[in-house]
């Protein structure tokens, strides 16, 4: 078995690197901040420290890989907790992401690879940090607008996004249609940039058959 002088460095090992993500992240004010990080860190490594344990005692009966894969199984499901779909948009990936990952640190530590464990931090630091950067210089600013559309019929509707969305790089989200009065109510969500907003909703308004648009 591993001395107690190992077993608390590795400890303290995994409290201070998933600190340091979790930090990072709890600055950035994610739904994972510092205590998630630092107790799925310190969970991953107790856990591979148990397995290797177990299998110098009981020897070849208990096999330390299949106890400590049930992390990357278990982890799954707090990632996916993280997921959220709302409005058209899907958060938290990389909030998933950065938990599966340091769940593979904790392993790391608890298996004795202190420098894989430490590169790897320093490697989703830096993903963190300029990955974000990256992609706000280089991926453009989009929003997505709601919008209730009246119309006399559907035909209007369709033939006026279709005309618009010629024009404009307008991605549609979602769309809901409902009759009323003889009319049609149309509800939709667009996915673009923000500046081309308000050139949409006056093309829309001046199409034929559109009596009404307002942004929900």
């Not at 994972?32 to 799925?40: E, M, P, V």
């Amino acid at each position: 078995m591993e001395s107690l002088l190992d077993i608390t460095i590795k400890i303290f090992f995994s409290i201070f690197l998933g600190g340091l993500v979790g930090l990072e992240r709890e600055i950035k004010h994610k739904p994972a901040g510092l205590r998630t990080n630092i107790l799925i860190c310190l969970g991953s490594t107790i856990i591979m420290i148990v397995s290797l344990n177990l299998s110098k005692i009981y020897g070849s009966i208990v096999d330390p890989s299949r106890i400590a894969a049930q992390v990357v199984t278990g982890i799954g499901f707090i990632g996916a907790g993280a997921i959220i779909r709302a409005r058209g948009s899907v958060h938290g990936l990389t909030t998933a992401a950065t938990i599966w990952v340091i769940a593979g640190i904790g392993l790391a530590i608890g298996n004795g690879y202190y420098s894989t464990a430490i590169i790897s931090t320093f490697v989703v630091m830096i993903i963190l940090n300029l990955g974000t950067r990256l992609e706000k210089r280089f991926k453009p600013e989009t929003d997505i607008y709601r919008y209730n559309i009246i119309s006399v019929n559907i035909e209007s509707v369709f033939n006026a996004i279709k005309n618009i969305t010629n024009i404009f790089p307008f991605e549609m989200e979602e769309m809901k249609i409902e009759k009323f009065d003889n009319k049609i109510k149309f509800q939709t969500a667009f996915k673009g940039k923000s500046e081309i907003q308000k050139e949409f909703v006056e093309k829309m308004i001046n199409s034929e058959g559109i009596e009404e648009i307002n942004l929900l």
